[in-house]
């Protein structure tokens, strides 16, 4: 049974920075296509950033220019580095697979779309960050 943990978040500054890291078990992350996703209660969940087996990334408009999404293959981890952080980026940041291996720009829409219903995906529980002064 794979297990996704998301680490990193926390309170930061309009402007900040931080770097979440999505590491995991049972699971060779750069084997498939991995996602950032985030939800704020009311809302509902969206995809912020996707990096496939082959490295090729996405990232949503609102992050464009200001967030980065690597992958340490040795440690097994995808990060998130995300700067110049706003007080609309407030949410619960998730990591999930749906164990494919490429990924088009519409990837993350569809399971953010229909996270529920794809009950093959492996998510993480989540890690809040809060951007306020």
């Known amino acids: 049974q794979a297990q996704i943990v998301e680490s990193g978040g926390g309170l930061v500054q309009p402007g900040g920075s931080l770097r979440l890291a999505c590491a995991a078990s049972?699971?060779?992350?750069?084997?498939?296509?991995i996602g950032w996703f985030r939800q704020t209660p009311g809302k509902e969940r969206e995809g912020v950033s996707c990096?496939?087996?082959?490295?090729?990334?996405y990232y949503a408009e609102s992050v464009k220019g200001r967030f980065t999404i690597s992958r340490d293959n040795a440690q097994n981890t995808v990060y998130l580095q995300m700067n110049a952080l706003k007080p609309e980026d407030t949410a619960i940041y998730y990591c999930?697979?749906?164990?494919?291996?490429?990924?088009?720009?519409?990837?993350?829409?569809?399971?953010?779309?229909?996270?529920?219903?794809?009950?093959?995906?492996?998510w993480g529980q989540g890690t809040q960050v809060t951007v306020s002064s």
């Open positions: 990096i496939t087996s082959s490295g090729t990334t």
């Open positions: 049972g699971l060779q992350l750069d084997r498939y296509v």
């Open positions: 999930a697979t749906d164990y494919h291996f490429d990924a088009t720009e519409g990837w993350m829409r569809s399971l953010a779309a229909d996270w529920r219903g794809i009950t093959h995906a492996s």
